[in-house]
């Protein structure tokens, strides 16, 4: 350690003499041509010190409000204008830094097997952490995605009455868990909401997915989705 203090007290010395001579052109040459690499590396430290702090403290991301698998092909930019539309209605104007609308394609039937399998395994993996909210996919896979227990019991977001409203649009399915038959799914035909975004409706179902973490935006969500829905005849 003794050696070391003797070492950078007599480098210190050294250098310091060089740079008292020279012009202030000069000492610029010089230190970033001996010294260019350590200055690099601190600015990059401090750049990626800089964006950390910015990302977590600063202007940290939005957190999802509530968010939509799409099972179904959808626009990307109907998506969004789905989006914006539930943010712009449901979320005060102070916390829409705060939360955020989001969607996320997810095509389980691909012509591509390993396409197929990595959004498999995407779905799987999202269900199992919550950070599924709803599904909106097709009337055929219904009976497939209440069977495997991806859909959970509306009642615990709408009251019997907002249910009742629904008509023949609500769909029942049988809970092995709870042995008995539950109302899980919301036919979207011509739904309002997802008409405007640009959303093909017709044979989709809006349901909600077992493991979630958005309870009390979920049954925002529904309640305004399903505030105007007109009776199937």
């Known amino acids: 350690m003794e050696q070391f203090k003797a070492y950078f007290k007599r480098f210190s010395h050294e250098e310091l003499s060089k740079l008292r001579g020279m012009s202030f052109r000069d000492k610029l040459d010089y230190i970033w041509e001996y010294y260019k690499l350590p200055i690099v590396a601190i600015a990059a430290v401090l750049f990626i010190l800089g964006s950390i702090v910015n990302s977590v403290w600063i202007n940290p991301p939005a957190k999802p409000f509530v968010h939509f698998f799409h099972l ?113 799914g919301i036919r979207m035909d011509d739904n309002p909401v997802l008409t405007r975004a640009g959303i093909y409706t017709t044979d989709q179902i809006l349901s909600v997915c077992v493991s979630r973490k958005n309870d009390e935006h979920i049954q925002k969500v529904l309640e305004y989705i399903c505030s105007n829905i007109s009776l199937r005849t």
């Open 72 to 184: 179904t092909y959808a626009p990307y930019e109907a998506m969004e204008a789905l989006a914006e539309e539930l943010d712009a209605a449901l979320i005060p104007p102070e916390d829409r830094k705060k939360f955020k609308t989001q969607s996320t394609l997810i095509l389980l039937k691909d012509s591509d097997p390993q396409m197929e399998y990595a959004m498999m395994q995407k779905f799987f993996a999202s269900v199992a952490t919550g950070e599924v909210d709803f599904f909106l996919f097709e009337d055929e896979d219904f009976e497939a995605m209440s069977d495997q227990g991806y859909l959970t019991d509306l009642r615990e977001f709408m009251s019997r009455g907002q249910l009742d409203a629904l008509g023949d649009r609500l769909l029942w399915a049988y809970v092995e868990e709870h042995d008995a038959e539950l109302p899980v």
